[in-house]
T-cell receptor, first 110, second 113 residues
């Protein structure tokens, strides 16, 4: 079955770059996603990448995809305290469901 | 615009009692609907998803069930709650298109005592 894994915790200083990593097992994944969850709330889509791309940039966010190694990363440039949240990687291989990773808690200290 | 409503926000229930969590979506038709559970350290676990009225897929064996009596209504139920059912439950929907942008409710914090 599908499996998506992430490290549980990342701590950075304000102004540094953050890199959150994700690995997945489903070789038929068509889209990969990054979602953000702020405390006590649901998830919101940050960005996504199609599986035939290897990079996507959106303002401070850069997504890198290594399809051979089934590795996805999210880089946040100039990390701010407001970026503190849980970040979830997700993949879909059909129109019918998303499979989420375990989430990475990002803590940004001043 | 589309909105998703999930209630209640918090719930404390005794072991062995029944459960009913409700989720409704407005502003769209024929959405895919999902129930997730988020437990500490275990991330987001897909419990059920539905691509249409009366169509429910269960992802994991458990003490819970789901129903979709109307196009935009999704209900999570249990006949007898267990302590292990405690967690944060999230309802979500998407348009069932190739890019699955899911929209989440605010969640229900369930504590079984």
């Amino acid at each position: 079955g599908e499996d998506v894994e992430q490290s549980l915790f990342l701590s950075v200083r304000e102004g540094d770059s953050s890199v959150i990593n994700c690995t997945y097992t489903d070789s038929s994944s068509t889209y990969l996603y990054w979602y953000k969850q702020e405390p006590g709330a649901g998830l919101q889509l940050l960005t996504y990448i199609f599986s035939n791309m290897d990079m996507k940039q959106d303002q401070r966010l850069t997504v890198l995809l290594n399809k051979k190694d089934k590795h996805l990363s999210l880089r946040i440039a100039d990390t701010q305290t407001g970026d503190s949240a849980i970040y979830f990687c997700a993949e879909s291989s059909s129109f019918q469901k998303l499979v989420f990773g375990t989430g990475t808690r990002l803590l940004v200290s001043p | 615009s589309q909105t998703i409503h999930q209630w209640p926000a918090t719930l404390v229930q005794p072991v062995g009692s029944p459960l009913s969590l409700e989720c409704t979506v407005e502003g769209t038709s024929n959405p895919n609907l999902y129930w997730y559970r988020q437990a500490a350290g275990r991330g987001l676990q897909l419990l059920f998803y539905s691509v249409g009225i009366g169509q429910i897929s269960s992802e994991v064996p458990q003490n819970l069930s789901a129903s979709r009596p109307q196009d935009r209504q999704f209900i999570l139920s249990s006949k007898k709650l267990l302590l292990s059912d405690s967690g944060f439950y999230l309802c979500a929907w998407d348009r069932g298109q190739s890019i699955l942008e899911a929209f989440f409710g605010q969640g229900t914090r369930l504590t079984v005592v």
